[in-house]
C-alpha cells in the first residue's frame, strides 16, 4: 500500500480526529488517529496487516515464532497479524500497571517474538511491553506499529517497522499554542494519564 492508500483508510473509517488531545505519552496535540475505527472493519484490518508484513524483512519473518500486542490498542492489529503471518497471537495486560501475560497466554522458552502495535508516540508503551516478553522467557526480534508518531525518535531496542510516520506537532503542557489551550482536552488513549 503507498502512503496515499493508507491515509485514504484512515479517513474513510473517520479515524483522524482534530481537536485538542491528551496522549497516552503526556503530550498534548491537535491530532489523533483512533486506530480502533481503522480496524473495526475486518476488511480494512486485514489489509493493513498484510500491508504490514510486507514491511517485515524475510529473514527477521521467517524467525518468528509467535506475536505479542500489548492491551487494549494492539490486540485487533496483533490479531490480524498474526493471521496475515501464519503464527498464533497473544495479548499482555496490565491490570495493576505492569504488562503480564494472563488468561493462559504463554511464550515457550527463547520463543522470538514479533511486538505488534498500533501507534508508537514515544516507545514507552513498547519498551514496557518488550520487557514483560522478556520476564515471560521470549525476545522480542521486531517491532510492527501501523503508526510512528514519534518523528523518528523511538528508540525501542528492536528494529521497528511501522506502516506509515504520521508527525503530528505534539507538545508539553506548558507549552501549548494558545489556539490548542483554548480547547476543551479529549484522553482518548488507553492510559489513565
Known amino acids: 500500500m503507498t502512503e496515499d492508500e493508507i491515509l485514504s483508510e484512515f479517513r474513510a473509517s473517520e479515524a483522524l480526529l482534530e481537536g485538542h488531545f491528551k496522549l497516552s505519552s503526556g503530550k498534548h496535540s491537535g491530532h489523533y488517529l483512533q486506530c480502533a475505527r481503522v480496524l473495526m472493519n475486518p476488511d480494512r484490518a486485514g489489509r493493513l496487516a498484510l500491508a504490514l508484513a510486507q514491511k517485515i524483512p524475510r529473514e527477521i519473518r ?45 511464550i515457550e522458552p527463547g520463543a522470538k517474538v514479533l511486538m505488534v502495535e498500533d501507534v508508537v508516540t514515544t516507545g514507552l508503551s513498547s519498551r514496557e511491553a518488550i520487557a514483560a516478553v522478556g520476564r515471560e522467557g521470549g525476545e522480542v526480534i521486531a517491532e510492527v506499529s501501523l ?5 523518528g525518535s523511538a528508540d525501542l531496542g528492536v528494529p521497528f517497522f511501522p506502516l506509515i510516520d504520521i508527525n503530528f506537532p505534539t507538545y ?9 489551550a483554548a480547547i476543551e ?8 494519564a
Open 62 to 106: 521467517n524467525e518468528i515464532d509467535v506475536v505479542v500486542s500489548p492491551a487494549m490498542g494492539g490486540i485487533i492489529i496483533g490479531q490480524e497479524m498474526g493471521r496475515a503471518l501464519g503464527k498464533d497471537a497473544m495479548f499482555l495486560e496490565r491490570p495493576e500497571g505492569e504488562f503480564h501475560l494472563r488468561r493462559g497466554f504463554r
Open 172 to 180: 508539553d503542557e506548558e507549552d501549548l499554542p494558545e489556539e490548542l
Open 147 to 151: 503508526v510512528d508518531r514519534s518523528n
Open 185 to 192: 482536552v479529549t484522553k482518548p488513549g488507553s492510559r489513565a
